[in-house]
């Protein structure tokens, strides 16, 4: 089931997404619609479709939705469990994306959870939600490191993508099966054709109160 996204809030969600794309971290993102699970309850999204690299070659086409809220931060956890994304892979092909290993939307899409490990350190963990259960099974999980680091505007609107970071970030091996584990600062994904390369393959990132978060181990 679609939830359909009324056009006052599109216009809202573009003219913010337009602003937060002129930051470093933040690509252009488009106002749409995002799959869910029947019964999900969400506003409003901002959602963009983003070519991954699939388990067996070819991509796989995984859409990534946009929980509206305040930007979270890498070292102050949320004081509740928070949602800011979701991802939805079409699944062409009968294939799963390759890196994170999300099944298609026929069997199931995930959530990103963000919550307090005890430490001072944010947590995440990706949520597999079965599309016909709607049952939640933590899918992997690991903390938030800084990704890219500039001075965000108050108020900026989340945003999350696939993106490799200008700063080290250490990942999970097992998310890190088939991916360019390579530094690759972001100066050199200044054109598009190396931008579009490097989402095939590169981690998961949403923007935070210091620039950007990457899901590290």
């Known amino acids: 089931m679609k939830t359909t996204i009324p056009q006052t809030l599109i216009a809202a969600a573009y003219a913010a997404v337009t602003l937060s794309s002129l930051t470093a971290c933040a690509p252009s993102t488009r106002p749409g619609e995002l799959v869910l699970p029947h019964g999900m309850s969400i506003a409003t999204l901002v959602s963009k479709p983003v070519q991954r690299e699939a388990q067996g070659g070819g991509t796989v086409t995984v859409e990534v939705g946009v929980i509206p809220g305040t930007l979270p931060a890498f070292d102050a956890p949320p004081g509740v469990p928070t949602v800011v994304a979701w991802f939805s892979n079409a699944g062409e092909g009968g294939k799963k994306e390759k890196r994170?290993?999300?099944?298609?939307?026929?069997?199931?899409?995930?959530?990103?959870?963000?919550?307090?490990?005890?430490?001072?350190?944010?947590?995440?963990?990706?949520?597999?939600?079965?599309?016909?259960?709607?049952?939640?099974?933590?899918?992997?999980?690991?903390?938030?490191?800084?990704c890219h680091t500039?001075?965000?505007?108050?108020?900026?609107?989340?945003d999350a993508d696939f993106?490799?970071?200008?700063?080290?970030?250490?990942?999970?091996?097992?998310?890190?099966?088939?991916?360019?584990?390579?530094?690759?600062?972001?100066?050199?994904?200044?054109?598009?054709?190396?931008?579009?390369?490097?989402?095939?393959?590169?981690?998961?990132?949403i923007s935070c109160t210091s620039g950007c978060c990457s899901l590290g181990r």
């Open 100 to 146: 994170y290993n999300f099944k298609p939307r026929s069997e199931a899409e995930y959530e990103l959870v963000l919550l307090n490990d005890g430490s001072g350190r944010t947590k995440w963990t990706l949520n597999e939600v079965n599309r016909r259960t709607l049952a939640r099974t933590a899918h992997m999980s690991g903390h938030l490191w800084a």
């Open 150 to 158: 500039y001075s965000q505007p108050e108020g900026a609107p989340r």
């Open 163 to 205: 993106k490799d970071c200008d700063r080290a970030v250490q990942y999970d091996s097992a998310m890190a099966k088939g991916a360019d584990r390579k530094v690759i600062h972001f100066a050199a994904l200044s054109g598009a054709g190396a931008n579009s390369a490097s989402q095939l393959t590169a981690a998961i990132w």
